[in-house]
């Protein structure tokens, strides 16, 4: 928008007005944070005397000019400058969103349940399975089912960082530049949730103290390598000794294989009566971007080619379209062993991502010690408050690739 036009908005509307129309423009797409020049918008608001000052020192001495009358501008009521901060945060804080939503290669949301939450490290409760039905025969009572109860607790922390606009980057209509850092604030900020994720789904912590599983209240490995948890196939499984060597991803029977695990060894925590086997169907594969395009083969692949000493026989491939192949770099950093593995299961009913805050943005509008060691302009945070957890092991299976 031009500045006359942002300083004929003004004047009809007054500040509150102003900003008001200014809003609703923006909610209703009919301009977008990039139409707007902060060099403008001060001009608009009647404080750019104050950011051209600042322009003017940078040139020869013999360019400047007298700034005499530029101080008499800053004596004039803080509503202008009131009004440009706010507008600005406005802005800002629209741009860090937009960064924050930009969700390219990102896939935390497919692996978590988002839960609302008003409560730091809550329980979430649940039971024991009880058993299934029995026969009740003419005029016998029901028997009566037992339930146990069972909980896990969460654990959330606040992520942020604060982005400091200098009176340079106004002065000096740097407008672009000011968007570009607010996004990529967002994005990081995004970056690190999406990173937290990651590595508490594949339980990349655990060795370090910071568990994702805290049945009861109490730290434990997701994953034990015993395969008590009914969620691990690899060396040292001695829970199902059949599934006790790694399975490195190649083909489809690979996939087969482990399914066979789930199928057999995945049962329900009932109490009253024998533990069956649970349907759990598989949604999600999540591997290394080392693996990713082996994975992609595999699910997508439509036809499977074996060689017979009498030619090739060709079928359909029987896990097409089964799963979605999920990749992420953050799991190739936890070293080359741990880029061979690979999870399947349904990571969403296993895992909740407790959100106390959702991404939020501030503006510090006020002068402080900041705005004068540094002509800091205004200052934008962003943050969020959450936390991973994972609310049972029955869901995600861990596959040792070496």
């Excluded at 003017?56 to 803080?78: K, V, W, Y």
């Excluded at 109490?271 to 595999?298: C, F, H, N, W, Y």
């Excluded at 002068?367 to 994972?390: H, P």
Aim: hydrophobic share 35%.
């Amino acid at each position: 928008m031009q500045g006359t036009d942002l300083k004929t908005l003004i004047e009809s509307h007054g500040a509150a007005g102003f900003y008001k129309k200014i809003v609703q423009l923006l909610n209703e797409n009919q301009v977008s944070p990039d139409d707007f020049s902060y060099y403008e918008l001060a001009q608009a608001c009647g404080i750019l005397p104050k950011l051209r000052s600042l322009r003017e020192s940078f040139l020869p001495s013999d360019a400047r000019l007298n700034s005499t009358a530029a101080i008499g501008h800053l004596l004039q009521e803080n509503v202008g400058t009131s009004l440009f901060q706010v507008i600005t945060g406005e802005l800002i804080a629209r741009k860090v969103i937009e960064g924050y939503e930009d969700e390219s290669g990102f896939i935390g949301d497919k692996l978590v349940t988002t839960v609302p939450s008003r409560l730091r490290n809550t329980k979430i409760a649940g039971f024991k399975a009880l058993a299934g039905p029995t026969e009740v025969t003419e005029g016998q009572p029901y028997q009566e089912s037992t339930f146990e109860e069972k909980y896990v607790t969460t654990i959330e922390s606040k992520q942020g960082r604060i982005l400091s606009i200098n009176e340079e980057l106004i002065a000096f209509d740097q407008t672009g530049e000011i968007h570009r850092r607010a996004m990529a604030l967002g994005y990081y900020l995004r970056q690190e949730r999406e990173r937290t994720i990651v590595r508490a789904v594949t339980d990349a912590d655990a060795g370090g103290g910071n568990y994702v599983y805290r049945p009861a209240g109490v730290g434990s490995a997701l994953y034990a390598t015993d395969g008590s948890n009914r969620n691990y196939v690899g060396t040292g499984n001695v829970t199902s000794t059949d599934f006790a060597s790694p399975v490195p991803l190649v083909d489809w029977t690979d996939v087969e294989e482990v399914l066979h695990y789930r199928a057999t060894q995945v049962k329900d925590d009932r109490i009253d009566g024998d533990q069956r086997p649970i349907i759990a169907p598989a949604r999600q594969i999540l591997v290394s971007e080392r693996l990713r395009g082996t994975a992609r083969s595999i699910v997508n692949s439509t036809e499977i080619v074996t060689s017979t000493p009498q030619g090739e026989l060709r079928c359909a491939n029987p896990i097409n379209g089964m799963v979605e192949v999920l990749s992420s770099p953050f799991v190739d950093e936890q070293g080359a062993a741990a880029a061979q593995d690979w999870f399947i299961g349904d990571f969403k009913r296993q895992f909740v991502w407790t959100e106390i805050w959702p991404v939020q943005t501030f503006l510090q509008q006020a002068e402080s010690e900041s705005a004068f060691e540094r002509d800091v302009v205004l200052r934008v945070k962003a943050r969020y408050y959450g936390g991973i957890s994972a609310v049972d092991t029955a869901f995600v299976t861990k596959v040792a690739g070496a």
